[in-house]
């Protein structure tokens, strides 16, 4: 039998700014509501970033996440997942400051270098558009950037917040590349199986939203780790729900929210994170599937436990 679905759900992130949706949770208790409701809707892991709740901007200060993190778990059982991907332009240190106060049963980590441009979203609105001062230079910037994840900082982070602390990894692959870095630590015995891998379609920089290129990814990982992954797919916005039912239908897992895409539908705003965790749920239970329980997705990634973490 197929095995359930583990759905993901990253609601806020440090991609989309404030002026692109009046639904993109920005308080510490609109993450926490949030997050609440999408693990109340299906959601099995919370993937989380933090943002300065009088501007909105990503935001690494480990205070912020504490304002939040005890909410949610208090309130769900779900597995609450830390980024280290952070916001654009954030130090590695900056980046890993909340994991490592907060020790999670997961967090995210980034296995490459991409140039990472957001860019293209600006021709979307107008000068007198914008909420704040730092959207538009903050879109601007990642024309000439690259959202740097060297083999140094990768082993940095394993050996910091993995060894140190138990975290378990999201390893996000934005690229075919990204699977023979990971391979490269699995090889040299700083990842142990089982891991979770999230395949990355669709981000400009990255890998495109071709459905030939998730399968061709896909083969790849099987040959490069057998059986000993667990995989999952996400992809950028009007990508988000053909390439998680792809994933479905192929025994992967997904994720969507918005900090993937900020829409449900076609020129629709996501009024709720857990408006899209309630569509991809509907979408895997009419294929015959079933979507896994925090406790199913603990077990299959080996994770510590919520009585291990530090809020």
């Known amino acids: 039998m197929a095995k359930p679905v583990i759905i993901t759900c990253a609601v806020t992130g440090g991609i989309h700014t404030p002026t692109m949706s009046p639904h993109l949770p920005i308080t510490p208790q609109e993450i926490a509501t949030a997050s609440i409701e999408a693990a109340e809707a299906g959601a099995s892991i ?13 935001d690494p200060r480990p205070e912020t996440f504490m304002e939040f993190l005890p909410v949610i778990k208090q309130s769900t059982d779900a597995v609450v997942n830390v980024s ?4 654009l332009g954030m130090t590695i240190d900056e980046r890993l400051a909340a994991a490592t106060t907060a020790s999670p049963e997961m967090a ?14 600006l021709d979307k609105y107008s000068d007198a558009d914008w909420k704040h001062d730092w959207e538009k230079p903050f879109l601007e910037m990642t024309k000439d950037f690259i959202f740097p994840n060297t083999f140094a900082s990768i082993e940095y982070v394993l050996k910091n917040l993995g060894e140190e602390h138990g975290t378990k990894f999201e390893f996000e692959c934005y690229d075919l590349g990204h699977l023979y870095n990971l391979a490269y630590f699995v090889d040299k015995g700083l990842i142990k199986p089982p891991f979770f891998i999230q395949m990355i379609f669709g ?7 071709d459905p030939d290129n998730l ?12 059986d000993d992954y667990e995989w999952s797919v996400l992809a950028a916005g009007r990508h988000q729900m053909p390439f998680a039912t792809q994933s479905a239908i192929l ?23 857990a408006e899209q965790v309630l569509k991809i749920r509907s979408i895997i239970e009419n294929l015959g599937l079933t979507v896994a329980t ?8 080996a994770l510590k436990g919520g009585d291990m973490v530090k809020f």
């Open 215 to 226: 399968q061709h990814v896909h083969n790849t990982a099987q040959k490069l780790f057998g």
């Open 84 to 87: 280290t991907g952070g916001g």
């Open 46 to 58: 919370i993937h989380l970033h933090a943002r300065d709740p009088e501007t909105g901007k990503p």
């Open 203 to 209: 981000i400009m920089g990255g890998m495109g939203a």
């Open 251 to 273: 025994g992967g897992n997904i994720r969507v929210g918005l900090e993937d895409s900020l829409y449900i539908g076609p020129k629709k705003l996501a009024t709720s994170n």
């Open 108 to 121: 995210s980590l980034n296995m490459g270098s991409i140039n990472f441009g957001l860019f293209p979203l």
């Open 294 to 301: 925090p406790d199913e997705a603990r077990e299959r990634l």
